[in-house]
């Protein structure tokens, strides 16, 4: 998902307008006085009772992918058909699909899930604009709070598969990679849809982030890039499995032990 994208798409230019302000907005507010430091303990409870209703519809879904990607894409241009067939196949395969529940990338999701009988969920955050749902959703859930729903993305979802878009796209992919280069998440498949689109950010990566010592060799092995819906999904599948496999086997030898 891509906020600023999605901004855009509906032609909400220039800056935002201030006349209401989001829940992330106030949260991120600079410290103005006792009072605002008051209403941001308080604030905590907001925040909490948002990862208990997350929580409480997100676990309902089963396994599941997320899609990201700018909401600007066309539904004639090919990157969306191509992310709707990589959302049917997977659908197919038995995976939900979690998507930011708008325009664009996210819509061409959500709609080949329904295509393939695939629970479809949109996780949709408050803006100073109005934000429409794409009509594609069996579950939508709206949040708040950037860093709530960010979460729902990761904890309810085996893989992300992201396709060409914005910096919000951007966010999730690195956010993605920190997490798995972290190990705060493990066997977490990334899959970037698009070789041309996302070509210069590789070499990038690799003759100077690579190239400088920053991350290692290995850390590049952490994406799959691609532009067959077929051979994501693969990547996925046999992913998953092998993690199920993987757990069995520790489950099995746990209580051999």
Same mark, same amino acid.
């Given at each position: ?5 999605? !901004? ?5 230019v ?7 302000p989001?829940e ?7 410290? @103005?006085?006792?009072?605002? *430091?008051?209403?941001?303990s308080? !604030? #905590?409870?907001?925040?909490? @009772?948002? &990862? ?31 992310c ?9 395969? *038995?995976?939900s699909?979690?998507?930011g ?7 061409a ?11 479809s ?19 939508? #859930?709206?949040? !708040?709070?950037? =860093?709530?729903?960010?979460?729902? =993305? ?6 992300? #598969? ?11 992919? &690195? ?12 066997d977490?498949?990334i899959?970037l849809?698009g ?11 690799r ?31 046999? !992913? ?9 086997s520790?489950? *099995?030898?746990a209580?051999?032990?």
């Amino acid at each position: 998902m891509d906020e600023s994208d999605d !901004r855009i798409a509906k032609g909400c230019v220039g800056p935002l307008p201030h006349d209401r302000p989001t829940e992330d907005e106030r949260l991120l507010q600079g410290f @103005g006085g006792l009072e605002n *430091g008051s209403m941001d303990s308080w !604030r #905590v409870f907001r925040i909490m @009772g948002e &990862f208990v209703e997350g929580f409480e519809e997100m676990a309902q879904i089963g396994t599941a992918v997320s899609f990201f990607g700018s909401a600007r894409t066309k539904d004639d241009d090919p990157m969306y058909e191509a992310c709707v067939e990589a959302s049917r196949q997977l659908g197919n395969a *038995g995976f939900s699909i979690i998507t930011g529940g708008g325009p664009g990338i996210m819509e061409a999701a959500n709609k080949g899930a329904r295509l393939a009988k695939a629970r479809s969920v949109g996780c949709n955050i408050e803006l100073p604009f109005e934000q429409t749902s794409n009509g594609f959703l069996d579950v939508s #859930v709206d949040f !708040r709070y950037f =860093f709530v729903r960010k979460t729902m =993305f990761v904890k309810y979802a085996c893989a992300f #598969v992201i396709f060409p878009g914005g910096f919000g796209t951007m966010d999730e992919l &690195f956010e993605s990679l920190t997490l798995m280069q972290t190990r705060k998440v493990r066997d977490f498949p990334i899959v970037l849809f698009g070789s041309s689109y996302w070509a210069g950010l590789l070499d990038w990566i690799r003759e100077t982030m690579l190239g400088s010592g920053k991350i290692s060799a290995e850390d590049l092995d952490l994406l799959l890039v691609t532009d067959e819906p077929a051979e994501a999904t693969a990547h996925i599948v046999d !992913r998953h499995q092998a993690h199920l496999s993987d757990r069995a086997s520790s489950s *099995g030898a746990a209580k051999q032990g």
